[in-house]
């Protein structure tokens, strides 16, 4: 099963006053949704645009794991276990929170800050909260995210190029920029644009077809 849900169908949040600006795909904060609670292991993919001098002050996570994407610009990165960071476009960054973190995000930068931040669900709660970064990531590097199940491609093709689908019992696939189409399951193929996301059950046999050159996020979950 394939369902396609359209980035004008998140919801529009943030604090625009402060510089803040962000697109929920998932119930998010005040924006509260049943039936669209979470998609596998994933809880939450947030577009996140910062001004220069914008951020979120220092605020708790606990049972989550958090997986940041930036697309342009900078963005730093500080908690309460002691990292300090600036993460760029094509860094992979976790944060495991464990039974309890704390950190703050900002742009401290002098252009946009736009990234992408996803929350998945562990196997189990709790536990000491962890982070790693891993800098520019290669397309045919896939990040592990063991403690959810879950692994991470990330593709960025060129005009017209094809890459093939994880076959999984859960497959959520994010649209970062450029577009995308989507077939193999017996249709006529759906086409993807920026923020546009697949929630796929059960998929086999699934390849994506750029048009024009995209970045595309799958997260491979095993349910």
């Not at 790693?132 to 692994?151: C, F, H, K, N």
């Not at 970062?176 to 193999?184: E, F, K, P």
């Not at 994506?208 to 997260?219: D, R």
């Given at each position: 099963m394939i369902l396609v849900r359209h980035a004008a169908q998140r919801h529009v949040g943030g604090d625009p006053g402060t510089g803040i600006e962000s697109l929920h795909a998932f119930s998010f904060g005040r924006f509260y949704d049943p039936d669209n609670l979470r998609f596998g292991a994933v809880l939450a993919c947030n577009e996140e645009r910062l001004a220069p001098g914008a951020g979120f002050g220092e605020h708790p996570h606990s049972h989550t794991e958090i997986v940041t994407w930036v697309v342009e610009g900078e963005l730093t990165h500080r908690d309460s276990a002691g990292h300090d960071t600036v993460v760029r476009a094509g860094d992979v960054q976790r944060l495991s929170s464990g039974g309890g973190v704390r950190h703050v995000e900002r742009n401290d930068g002098t252009g946009p800050l736009v990234f992408v931040q996803m929350w998945l669900a562990p196997l189990e709660p709790g536990g000491e909260p962890?982070?790693?970064?891993?800098?520019?990531?290669?397309?045919?590097?896939?990040?592990?995210?063991?403690?959810?199940?879950?692994?991470?491609?990330?593709?960025?093709?060129?005009?017209?190029?094809?890459?093939?689908?994880p076959d999984a019992r859960f497959v959520y696939v994010h649209v970062?920029?450029?577009?995308?189409?989507?077939?193999?399951d017996g249709g006529t193929g759906r086409q993807l644009a920026p923020g546009d996301s697949a929630r796929i059950t059960d998929a086999k046999?699934?390849?994506?077809?750029?048009?024009?050159?995209?970045?595309?996020?799958?997260?491979?979950?095993s349910g």
């Open positions: 962890a982070y790693e970064i891993v800098r520019g990531i290669a397309d045919s590097t896939p990040y592990a995210l063991p403690q959810a199940g879950a692994m991470l491609h990330v593709r960025r093709l060129k005009d017209g190029e094809r890459s093939a689908v970062v920029r450029g577009g995308a189409r989507l077939d193999g046999g699934l390849e994506l077809t750029a048009g024009p050159a995209a970045e595309v996020l799958l997260w491979e979950m």
